[in-house]
Nanobody, 121 residues
């Protein structure tokens, strides 16, 4: 059973910083691309940042220069460092990863449960 668990959300003032973590656990053979998405109330879920297994990254225009995605392959963990936060960054943040299971020998994407980020003005 593969599981993704996020942590690090919370309430912060505009201009502040937060660091989100997402750890994968279970019977894992390999992890390919990892992603952070967010969903604000009344809006569709949107892709925030992505990182390949080799460390290549991509960002939504709205967060470029403020957010940094990184990963620790030894810990099966992806991070999202969020700086210069704005009220419009308020959302539930979800991690997503393409994981190949060592028990079932198939690969699919998994989602975490989400963590709330609230930025006050």
């Amino acid at each position: 059973q593969v599981q993704l668990v996020e942590s690090g959300g919370g309430l912060v003032q505009a201009g502040g910083s937060l660091r989100l973590s997402c750890a994968a656990s279970g019977s894992i053979f390999s992890i390919n691309n990892m992603y952070w998405y967010r969903q604000a109330p009344g809006k569709q879920r949107e892709l925030v940042a992505a990182i390949t297994s080799g460390g290549g990254t991509n960002y939504a225009d709205s967060v470029k220069g403020r957010f940094t995605i990184s990963r620790d392959n030894a810990k099966n963990t992806v991070y999202l460092q969020m700086n210069s936060l704005k009220p419009e960054d308020t959302a539930v943040y979800y991690c997503n990863a393409d994981i190949c299971s060592a028990s079932s020998w198939n690969c699919r994407d998994y989602w975490g449960q989400g963590t709330q980020v609230t930025v006050s003005s």
